[in-house]
C-alpha cells in the first residue's frame, strides 16, 4: 500500500540542469532513509545519493560536487538537483525509500517505478 512517484525527469543537454521528485504515498508509520539510484543500459544499478531522515548524506563518486540531494518530510518528498549535466548521466532514475509500515517499527525497502534522464548533444 506505499508508492512511491518519481517526477521531473527528461531531456537535456551536457551542462544542463535537472530536478527530480519522488513522493510517497499510501499507509506507512515512518519514512526513513530515502534516495536515488540509476541504471544504464547493460550497467547495474548504481547509488546516486541517500538522505537520512536526520540529514545525513552519502552521494555516489560521479555526482559530487554536481547533484544535492534534499527533503521535505512534511511532503514526504525527496529531490535531486542534476547540474553540469553529463552524458554519462544519462540512464533511469529511481527512487528508494526505506519505510515503516507496520508496528514492528523495522523499515523495509520500496521503489519507484522510474523516470528517464537524457542528457545528448
Known amino acids: 500500500q506505499v508508492q512511491l512517484a518519481e517526477s521531473g525527469g527528461g531531456s537535456e543537454q551536457p551542462g544542463g540542469s535537472l530536478r527530480l521528485s519522488c513522493a510517497a504515498s499510501?499507509?506507512?508509520?515512518?519514512?526513513?532513509?530515502m534516495g536515488w539510484y540509476r541504471q544504464a543500459p547493460g550497467k547495474e544499478r548504481e547509488l546516486v545519493a541517500r538522505?537520512?531522515?536526520?540529514?545525513?548524506?552519502n552521494y555516489g563518486d560521479s555526482v559530487k560536487g554536481r547533484f544535492t540531494i534534499s527533503r521535505d518530510n512534511a511532503k514526504n518528498t525527496v529531490y535531486l538537483q542534476m547540474n553540469s549535466l553529463k552524458p554519462e548521466d544519462t540512464a533511469v532514475y529511481f527512487c528508494?525509500?526505506?519505510?515503516?509500515?507496520?508496528?514492528?517499527?523495522?523499515?523495509?525497502?520500496?521503489w519507484g517505478q522510474g523516470t528517464q534522464v537524457t542528457v545528448s548533444s
Open positions: 538522505s537520512t531522515s536526520s540529514g545525513a548524506t
Open positions: 528508494n525509500a526505506d519505510i515503516v509500515v507496520d508496528r514492528t517499527f523495522r523499515s523495509r525497502p520500496y
Open positions: 499510501g499507509r506507512y508509520i515512518r519514512i526513513n532513509a
